[in-house]
């Protein structure tokens, strides 16, 4: 058998008959064999090289076929299953790119011996098994690195052969194919060094010195340098007409060496990093330094490099060596690297040693004592620089990659990630006009917040707008503000986001790129590590850990630090997520994850209270939970940490979820993640998620729903006050429910319209809604709904005047929560009985009654019913004379009120401590916050409250000598009141204790603090 990938991809049998392969899969899989032959190939890379974009579920038994019907279609092909992967086995004349190898070897092994006929013969025979660029008809990305490192050393190898050629004076056959390959490349200066010489030796000096005018053009034009010292001695010889049969000899290359790429002239920010590079670079002593700048596609990596190198300049007077490696895309071979570097330092040809090791003791020799930079740019590892690296002190190396290199031991690492805002909003300026940007700031800051800050992108973006003058900023942040096609909007000429971010993803295993996939489906998340274990997968105790080794090496997945649980928590750069979100790939689902956070949410949430004044909607079996039990208990150990940690996550996830179809799980999650929202006062974000789910429920025409998620909005509106809003939305939600069958929920919604009736003063309408609960609730009501309504029922009383139906409601209510054996439920009853006792005149059992209730609640996390009895306690005590221990009452429940944003509790609390001031003199300060709580009251439509206030206000109008104002205020005071509210009555009373002088000196203008 014979085998080619030297030109078309070819298999010839014993007999010489071309054998036809079928199908590009079954071509594939032979070019990824030979270019590896004769050792193994991981499933992994085949797979990615036969379904680029998405393999099957049954990837591993589809590769195992097309092996098998290789081996029939090719039947003399030796294909063994090794490890993890296959291997080819062909003889060396089996296969044209071993024969190659085999003859390049021989040819260099005789050109360092000066048996320049014999290395001449090896390095025909070696092109001659080419039949034009390697694998032409093959199309197959992994192999596109390998494939361009060949066709380079098919140049280096028809220059090695005009070398030998030269040597034994057969230049004249060498022009044509030289000026034919100069053509096609014409920066290769070993080259057009060669030819200079052929075509001098063949008496044409002027077209030699013409060669080296054109190269050195094209070199200065396209590279902004100078030839090399190769060149130069090749013009040199030209200009002296001094032959003496050698092209070169080795001679020490002209100090300084500057091969550094201009720097940007609008480089921007990086201060910090810029002085970290230069310190560590240009201040060692005793070593060579070695600095590694790593960070995500994009991130500006090579850019800070230059600029860092430019300036240390002066430390290093020697020179200055720049490579780049291409380790994103066809990483080159350290042993090239090297070739090139000699070269630079005046060693080329035949000079040049054959092997790794031979190339890298020469490339040290060379820079022995010197002071030289050298910097390596785009490494692809840390085997690939290692080599690269000057033996002496005085040199320093500055490596740029997209990899961490966490195994190149002693360097010092600089990792990079995107620009704070104001060094993006900076670049953006220099880029477009600081006065395009000052006009457009808003759209300019919706710009940079699309390129997530990342240099690259802010660049595409900046020269999209510059070379588009007519372009407005707005139009582009438009564009950029749909995800689905900002990527496409990031391009510009050669220049596109979605190219870098694509070499480092394809660098990935499989494993990995599904992984990534996975986690871009899940939004913008912090994500901890648990999450990202369960998208792994159960595929042995290390694959998580491996795979989010490999995709933070990759800079593609950003540690952000551990939590309060210990768990290491990671993030996608916007950019890169929404790149890995438009991958065709088969991911591992997220519904494992959505489990896990279910069962995580479940079970935090079952350690709390339920404090929400609406039911529990979602009963249904959690599905089973991937994490192992042990994992749950350390993450959920403290409930109110797991949920202030994972909060913004659960969010972003509801709407995710509902989307996917698992409507009810996102209602569960949401229900149960409400539990600690509630209970903490993130009122804004229950909201926030609740309307999520209202807005989704009502396109996808799940009305019930679509009311539960109203009904908790409700819930917020009235805590903050607005009690006529709430009163509309309750009404509404109870009508609906009971509509749409779901009477149970519509009891609740009715119990909370009779609540918020009392905010608005209508006791008696009050009363009529609890009625109604009680009838929606049915004939077997449970005993949660119960509870709740019934404590609305001795309020109404208390405003209607009829103060022993309101001890005896609440002495049922106690009566019934001590049966129960709920601390919460048997607290709020004693407060509410606390208080009826003390509208009767019974303050002293009232006293204990709250002090119990106090006590209860301080040993439970439910700082709102907390807040409510210690304000209850204060006015007991003020109708006590007990005026300190009022007033402590009422100053913390005005903190804990106001942590939680409960605006009507945080008011009535500012209230008594205003009250208590006008007894302390400090009047001025006491009538601008009862002012102030006045006004809100009233735009809250809390009549009862507003009564209270007023009344207090009057005692600060006379206690500041403007009896006018306090009579209009008392005049105003009952105009407003019911004469049968008790509460407003009896509070308003109590108040009173506190105005009266507490023994100090009345100073009108003492300052303070004003509560708010």
């Known amino acids: 058998m014979r085998f080619g990938v030297l030109g078309p991809l070819t298999v010839v049998d014993a007999e010489g008959n071309r054998v036809r392969l079928r199908g590009d899969r079954q071509r594939s899989l032979l070019a990824m064999l030979l270019m590896n032959a004769g050792k193994p190939v991981l499933v992994d890379s085949l797979v990615e090289a036969l379904w680029p974009e998405l393999p099957p579920k049954s990837y591993a038994s589809n590769l195992h076929t097309y092996v098998s019907r290789l081996r029939e279609r090719v039947g003399d092909i030796r294909i063994e299953h090794v490890g993890s992967g296959y291997r080819l086995m062909a003889a060396p004349g089996e296969l044209d790119l071993l024969i190659f190898e085999t003859e390049v070897a021989a040819g260099r092994k005789a050109a360092r011996a000066g048996e320049a006929a014999v290395a001449a013969d090896h390095f025909r025979k070696a092109l001659a098994q080419w039949r034009g660029p390697a694998l032409a008809d093959v199309d197959v990305a992994a192999l596109d690195p390998a494939i361009s490192t060949l066709d380079a050393e098919r140049l280096t190898v028809l220059e090695d052969c005009a070398e030998a050629e030269l040597s034994i004076g057969k230049h004249a056959g060498l022009i044509g194919e030289l000026e034919a390959f100069l053509a096609a490349h014409p920066l290769r200066e070993r080259a057009a060094a060669q030819l200079m010489l052929a075509l001098r030796r063949s008496g044409r000096q002027a077209e030699a010195l013409a060669v080296y005018a054109r190269t050195r053009t094209v070199l200065v034009d396209e590279l902004g340098v100078e030839p090399g010292p190769e060149l130069r001695q090749a ?20 100090w300084p060496i500057c091969q550094l790429p201009p720097c940007l002239g609008d480089f921007t920010g990086r201060e910090s990093e810029v002085d970290i590079v230069s310190a560590t670079l240009a201040d060692a002593k005793g070593s060579v330094p070695v600095t590694v700048i790593s960070g995500e596609p994009g991130a500006g990596k090579s850019t800070l490099a230059v600029h860092a190198a430019h300036r240390i300049r002066k430390s290093f007077p020697d020179g200055q060596l720049y490579v780049h490696l291409s380790g994103t895309a066809q990483a080159r071979k350290p042993i090239d690297v090297l070739a090139d570097l000699l070269r630079a330092l005046g060693v080329s040809g035949p000079a040049i040693p054959d092997g790794l090791e031979a190339r890298a003791a020469a490339y040290r020799g060379r820079l022995t004592d010197r002071k030289v930079l050298v910097v390596l740019d785009d490494a692809a590892s840390p085997e690939q620089v290692r080599a690269l690296f000057p033996g002496t002190p005085g040199c320093a190396v500055l490596v740029t990659s997209r990899r961490r290199l966490s195994t190149l031991d002693g360097a010092y690492r600089v990792p990079l990630g995107p620009f704070g805002d104001q060094e993006a909003a900076a670049l953006l300026r220099h880029i477009v006009g600081t006065e395009r940007v000052a006009a457009e700031h808003g759209a300019a800051t919706r710009i940079v917040a699309s390129c997530g800050n990342l240099p690259l992108a802010l660049r595409i973006a900046g020269t999209r707008l510059a070379i588009r003058p007519h372009l407005s900023l707005r139009a582009l942040a438009d564009r950029l503000d749909n995800e689905r096609h900002r990527l496409d909007e990031l391009s510009v000429s050669d220049r596109t986001v979605r190219t870098s971010i694509a070499l480092s993803y394809h660098a990935l295993s499989l494993r990995a790129q599904s992984t990534l996939h996975a986690l871009a489906q899940c939004g913008d998340i912090s994500a901890p590590a648990w999450a990202i274990a369960v998208l792994v997968g159960k595929r042995g105790e290390n694959s998580a850990d491996a795979v ?37 790939r088969q991911a591992p689902t997220v519904s494992m994850l959505i489990d896990a956070a279910l069962g995580l949410a479940d079970t935090a949430a079952r350690e709390l209270p339920w404090t929400v004044p609406l039911p529990l909607r979602s009963t249904r079996e959690l599905p089973e939970q991937p994490l192992h039990p042990a994992t749950v208990g350390r993450l959920v150990a403290d ?46 974000d229950m909201r926030s998620g609740h309307d999520t789910i209202r807005q989704l429920a009502a396109r996808a025409g799940d009305r019930v729903t679509e009311l539960w998620a109203e009904a908790n909005i409700a819930v917020v509106i009235h805590a903050r006050g607005e009690h006529e809003e709430a009163e509309r939305r309750f009404r509404a939600c109870a009508l609906e429910l009971e509509r749409q069958g779901e009477p149970r929920m519509a009891s609740w919604a009715m119990a ?34 119960v509870a709740h309504i019934e404590l609305t029922r001795p309020e109404a009383f208390n405003k209607l005047g009829l103060l022993h139906e309101s001890v005896e409601a609440n002495r049922r209510t106690l009566a019934t929560a001590r049966l129960t054996g709920k601390p919460l439920a048997i607290s709020l009853a004693l407060r509410g009985l606390a208080w009826s006792l003390t509208l009767t005149g019974q303050p ?32 007991i005590c003020a109708g006590l004379g007990e005026r300190e221990r009022a007033i402590t009452a009422y100053t913390e429940a005005h903190q804990l009120a106001g942590e939680r944003g409960e605006r009507p509790r945080e008011l009535s609390c500012a209230r008594a401590i205003a009250a208590s001031w006008i007894g302390e003199g400090r009047i001025t300060e006491a009538i601008a916050s009862l002012e102030q709580g006045l006004a809100e009251f009233k735009a809250m439509g809390s009549v009862a409250s507003a009564v209270v206030s007023s009344r207090v206000l009057a005692r600060a109008y006379e206690a500041a000598g403007e009896p006018a104002r306090a009579a209009a205020m008392t005049e105003e005071a009952d105009r407003l009141a019911d004469p049968r509210d008790a509460s407003a009555t009896v509070l308003s009373s109590l108040l009173f204790k506190l105005t009266e002088d507490a023994g100090r000196e009345l100073v009108a203008n003492t300052s303070g603090a004003t509560p708010r």
């Not at 909370?752 to 009501?781: H, K, Q, Y």
């Open 235 to 254: 013009h040199a010889t030209v200009l002296s007409g001094e032959d003496h049969g050698k092209l070169h000899d080795p001679a020490p290359p002209s």
């Open 548 to 584: 989010m080794e490999e995709l933070v090496e990759a800079s593609l997945l950003t540690p952000i630090g551990v939590d309060a649980t210990g768990e290491p928590r990671y993030r996608l750069h916007n950019l890169v997520r929404v790149f890995a979100q438009d991958q065709r």
């Open 639 to 684: 409930p109110h940490t797991w949920f202030a940690i994972e909060q913004r996550n659960l969010l972003t996830a509801i709407g995710s979820i509902f989307r996917a179809g698992r409507r009810a799980e996102a209602v569960l999650l949401l229900e149960r993640l409400t539990a600690y929202l509630w209970l903490n006062g993130h009122y804004a």
């Open 752 to 785: 909370n319209l009779a609540r918020c009736l009392l905010g608005l003063g209508r006791a008696e309408e009050a009363l009529v809604a609890v009625r109604d609960a009680i009838t929606l609730a049915g004939p077997d009501p449970d005993l949660a709904a």
């Open 844 to 875: 002293r059992t009232a006293l204990g009654l709250a002090e119990e209730s106090v006590s209860i609640l301080r040993a439970m996390p439910v700082s709102s019913s907390l807040a409510r009895s210690l304000r209850t306690l204060g006015a």
